[in-house]
């Protein structure tokens, strides 16, 4: 049976009321996925809730790179930048398709933060600390090589660059793709449903109640040990086991806009300097170009963080002043999003300082909680966590995520991915469909594209009046339904197919036919069909507008 099957949720369900686990984590973002893969792979029974979608939090909300952190080696947290630096291979080997080489130019301007010779020296320890090799080594450019390779900076302040290697991904793509590969080692995950009560016995923790959010119904979940993975939420749950003690959670806002790569025509991603001193990212992706991101401190609330004008304003600004020639405005950005850093607080430290470590913390009633961290180092937090359980459990198993591929990812090396790519462009273009189709397709669901080209000449015969674009999108959804566990219209359209935030408009040309299909396809009653339209509207409002 496929455990993510949306069709099996009701089965799903009776198991995790029947059967007593030995891991259950709470919270589907990447770090209890990660966790999930690693638990499952050695052998544990394990059990996933989540109460809202997979990566619905800071799991989806990330500036999208798996990187190695040049800031973090500039605050001297080499250990930090060794981690993630190494880690960084390890993902790009597991899901080649998902995980893609990135050169990134850090421009040298005058006043900047960054001197020549400190940039050269930085870069090169960077390098020595991720285990960097061959033509991914740094390189220093002088200022003319440094125009040639993004023409659109400023001449006036150039003074030369950095070029050196990092990877880009999609966040939730990646959370999906683990939890598809934890599902194969049996490991039970369930989104939109929602851990509400933690269960005792003499003290000690034993389950949770769970709401289920679809079906609507309420069950008990016991395990031998509990994993609070919640990220912005774990002090929420620390403070219901009343193990709220000593360090607490510091949350800080990162904000990304997204705007049109021929409005914003970047040849190359880039790492620069903005007037205020802080450093952020400009990455073209296909039809667009995204900005971020910001680091303010956040208080509100935690389901809902958003993009404001102060926001929106701040990186229009920075991106204006470096490069003049662009002069983007409001009326420019075509989506957005806002994510949170669930952060370990330090006194005395403001939002850029605070070190992006994971910590877990252990209560009295045998709750497990982990905090912090970077999405780059997933697997050696859900390691930790593991390796935890498992001398608690006797267990001797050891880690194996290190060898163990990402679903979608049988791919024998990037270049392997980029034939790939060819291949599937090739047979999109017989079909009247641009070959960038190709590129997120495969970016998305990597050697499962094959899946989803044999639905889509199933529903072109049964359909024939239908677009390309809209057969390929239907090709899409069933291949979600029975093998991502999609529920609502922001789940396909957002953390499964990426479409608000990269394509927004065609989200708005694809959403009724979608909607009439996922009610088709999952009984729903008019009143849930409506409640998905009027949802999704409403966070498509948030994405486009600022207030």
């Known amino acids: 049976m496929n455990l993510l099957a949306s069709k099996n949720r009701e089965t799903l369900l009776t198991r995790l009321a029947n059967e007593t686990f030995d891991l259950l984590l709470i919270g589907g973002g990447i770090t209890g996925a990660g966790i999930a893969l690693d638990a499952a792979s050695r052998g544990l029974k394990v059990a996933l809730v989540e109460k809202q979608d997979f990566a619905q939090g800071t799991s989806s909300r990330s500036t999208k790179l798996i990187h190695g952190g040049l800031r973090y080696l500039k605050q001297g947290d080499l250990k930090l930048v060794k981690e993630v630096g190494s880690e960084r291979a390890i993902v790009h080997k597991n899901a080649p398709h998902l995980v893609i080489p990135e050169k990134m130019l850090l421009p040298l301007i005058d006043g900047g933060n ?13 390098d020595i600390l991720a285990g960097v090799k061959g033509d991914d080594r740094r390189r220093m ?99 219901e086991d009343n193990s709220l003690k000593g360090k607490r959670l510091h949350l800080t806002k990162g904000v990304h806009l997204v705007v049109s790569h021929q409005k914003f025509p970047l040849k190359q991603s880039l790492y620069f300097d903005v007037p205020d001193g802080r450093m952020i990212f400009a990455i073209p992706r296909g039809k667009i170009t995204y900005i971020g991101t910001t680091d303010t401190n956040y208080q509100g609330k935690l389901e809902e963080p958003h993009t404001t004008l102060e926001d929106a304003t701040y990186l229009l600004n920075s991106i204006n002043k470096t490069f003049p020639s662009i002069n983007l405005t409001m009326d420019d950005i075509e989506s957005s999003w806002a994510g949170l850093r669930p952060l ?162 065609s989200v708005k040309a694809l959403v009724e036919p979608i909607a009439q299909e996922m009610q088709i396809q999952l009984g729903w009653t008019e009143a849930i069909l409506q409640k998905n339209r009027v949802n999704l509207q409403q966070l498509m409002g948030t994405l486009e507008t600022f207030a």
């Open 344 to 505: 370990i607080h330090q006194d005395g430290k403001s939002p850029s300082e605070l070190s992006r470590r994971d910590e877990i913390f252990e209560s009295g009633s045998g709750l497990i909680s982990i905090a912090g961290g970077k999405l780059t180092g997933y697997r050696k937090m859900s390691q930790r966590v593991v390796d935890l359980v498992a001398r608690k459990m006797k267990r001797t198993e050891k880690c194996k995520t290190k060898d163990i591929t990402i679903k979608g990812g049988d791919f024998e090396s990037h270049q392997a991915v980029r034939a790939y790519i060819t291949q599937v462009g090739q047979q999109l273009q017989l079909e009247g469909l641009d070959t960038l189709v190709a590129e997120y397709l495969v970016g998305n669901y990597g050697t499962q594209t094959q899946e989803i080209l044999a639905k889509y000449a199933h529903l072109k015969i049964e359909s024939p009046e239908n677009t390309p674009q809209l057969t390929l999108a239907l090709a899409e959804l069933h291949f979600c339904l029975e093998n991502e566990a999609i529920f609502t219209l922001e789940d396909f359209f957002n953390r499964r197919t990426g479409r608000l935030y990269f394509d927004i408009q």
């Open 141 to 239: 450019l002088s200022k003319e090589e440094t125009q040639k390779r993004e023409p659109l900076l400023n001449p006036d302040i150039l003074k030369g660059g950095g070029f050196y290697a990092e990877y880009r991904t999609d966040d939730a793509r990646l959370t999906m793709g683990i939890i598809k590969t934890a599902s194969e080692y049996g490991a039970i995950c369930l989104n939109h449903c929602e851990a509400t009560k933690l269960l005792y016995n003499e003290g000690g923790i034993t389950g949770v109640k769970a709401q289920d959010h679809i079906l609507d119904t309420s069950i008990d979940i016991q395990a031998r040990y509990v994993v609070n993975a919640t990220g912005p939420w774990v002090d929420t749950i620390r403070e």
């Open 114 to 126: 960054y001197g020549k010779m400190a940039t050269s020296f930085g870069l090169w320890v960077y």
